[in-house]
């Protein structure tokens, strides 16, 4: 299976702080596609960002920012100054031709 | 408003009983899959579709299989359940590659507790 791995099982911040999770994925497609998910504890999947493998341009948005480096086949996600809304479970995943394959995903808490 | 509907949010079912869960987008996708979400294990793909009657074993397929007999349906079957498929069941559709940029869609989920 080609996999997506997501090292960090948990991540624990203060309020402002920044933080970056971590995504690296495997592949043998030619052209593939890369997401990430929040799911907060309310428990329904929410889109965050998806990127195309022939576009390594960084993508910021707001305190969300994301760094795809096809060298190292990794996809980072960064939330600047976090908040506790941020508080949620992180999922990285890879969409190759037809699968579309998830990482473990990262608990992230953010403290007051 | 897109919409992908899982039959059941939660169901409560005896070790053996055959299970249907039932899967239907309104999106016309044609990519369809199934996962299990389980704590610290992230969603695991059980199955997968890509058109009508074509189907592929993720990465978990043992003790399920899947059927695609229409192009909006997505059914997964517990052939004969056991405690160990106790577990949340997502369902999801995302259009084919190529075809425009967009992410994969997901149902409410249902929660499964085989006793």
């Known amino acids: 299976a080609q996999k997506v791995t997501q090292a960090q099982t948990e991540i624990s911040v203060v309020e402002k702080e920044d933080v970056t999770l971590d995504c690296v994925y495997e592949t043998r497609d030619t052209t593939y596609y890369l997401f990430w998910y929040k799911q907060p504890p309310s428990g329904e999947l929410v889109f965050l960002i998806r990127?195309?493998?022939?576009?390594?341009q960084n993508e910021i948005s707001g305190r969300y920012s994301w760094n795809f480096q096809k060298s190292t086949s990794s996809f980072n996600f960064t939330i600047t100054a976090s908040q506790v809304v941020d508080s949620a479970v992180y999922f990285c995943?890879?969409?190759?031709?037809?699968?579309?394959?998830f990482g473990a995903g990262t608990r992230l808490t953010v403290k007051p | 408003d897109v919409k992908v509907t899982q039959s059941s949010r939660y169901l409560v079912k005896r070790t053996g009983e055959k299970v249907f869960l039932e899967c239907v987008q309104d999106m016309d996708h044609e990519n369809m899959f199934w996962y299990r979400q389980d704590p610290g294990l992230g969603l695991r793909l059980i199955y997968f579709?890509?058109?009508?009657?074509?189907?592929e074993k993720g990465d978990i397929p043992e003790g399920y299989s899947v059927s695609r007999e229409k192009k909006e349906r997505f059914s997964l079957i517990l052939e004969s359940a056991s405690t160990n498929q106790t577990s949340m069941y997502l369902c999801a559709s995302i259009i084919l590659p190529g075809q425009g940029n967009t992410e994969a869609f997901f149902g409410q989920g249902t929660r499964l507790t085989v006793v």
């Open positions: 995943a890879r969409r190759g031709n037809n699968d579309m394959r």
């Open positions: 579709s890509y058109d009508v009657k074509m189907k």
């Open positions: 990127r195309n493998s022939f576009d390594e």
